[in-house]
């Protein structure tokens, strides 16, 4: 069965770090991009970045370019995104999912509250 | 980037009835191999997001034969052919095409 789990939200101040993770079981990790999500609350969804199968190619959005980081670990079965200088904006549920179109299942999301 | 415009914003439905939402591209979605990366996703209300239809009318494992996907180019539709209780929720259109991937901006199913 395939499992997504995210871990890493929390409560953080403006211009703070936090570092997201999401450990993948029940398919061939390696073999996927790897996608995250989020979602404003009470907003529709917006893609943030999206990891190659190998690590070696990263796409983000324009609204966290420069501030975010998308890496993964193979040997673990885990992908992660680094986020620095967190705004108020960033304050979203971040979900992970397969693929550049986000297959099935998606995890279960994890809040990241931006405020001072 | 691709803007991808749904309509309606909100939808009510009588149960049993067909319903159709529309998502329109701003530019084409067919990619440089033929196929064009369109998918729609469907969340319930306190859940996570699942994707129903991929490259325009493919349905998802596990996704009931009353939801059917088409289009083509700008112009793609989600169907349901007759509504459950359990299709309230937000559908969104989705493109990976190129980046960045865009999501359109959602059209509430409820019922009347």
């Known amino acids: 069965e395939v499992q997504l789990l995210e871990s890493g939200g929390g409560f953080i101040q403006p211009g703070g770090s936090l570092r997201l993770s999401c450990a993948a079981s029940g398919f061939p990790f390696g073999t996927y991009d790897m996608s995250w999500v989020r979602q404003a609350p009470g907003k529709g969804l917006e893609w943030v970045s999206t990891i190659s199968d190998s690590g070696g190619r990263t796409n983000y959005a324009d609204s966290v370019k420069g501030r975010f980081t998308i890496s993964r670990d193979n040997s673990m079965s885990t992908f992660f995104l680094q986020m620095n200088s967190l705004r108020a904006e960033d304050t979203a549920v971040y979900y992970c999912?397969?693929?550049?179109?986000?297959?099935?299942?998606w995890g279960q999301g994890t809040l990241v509250t931006v405020s001072s | 980037d691709v803007v991808l415009t749904q309509s309606p914003l909100s939808l009510p439905v009588t149960l049993g009835q067909p319903a159709s939402i529309s998502c329109r591209s701003s530019?084409?979605?067919?990619?440089?191999?033929?196929?064009?990366?369109l998918n729609w996703f469907h969340q319930r209300p306190g859940q996570s997001p699942r994707r129903l239809i991929y490259?325009?009318?493919n349905r998802d494992s596990g996704v009931p034969d009353r939801f059917s996907g088409s289009g083509s180019g700008t112009d793609f539709t989600l169907k349901i052919s007759r509504v459950e209780a359990e299709d309230v929720g937000v559908y969104y259109c989705m493109q990976n095409t190129q980046w960045p991937l865009t999501f359109g901006g959602g059209t509430k199913v409820e019922i009347k």
């Open positions: 530019q084409s979605l067919v990619y440089s191999d033929g196929n064009t990366y």
């Open positions: 999912a397969r693929g550049q179109d986000f297959q099935n299942p």
């Open positions: 490259r325009v009318s």
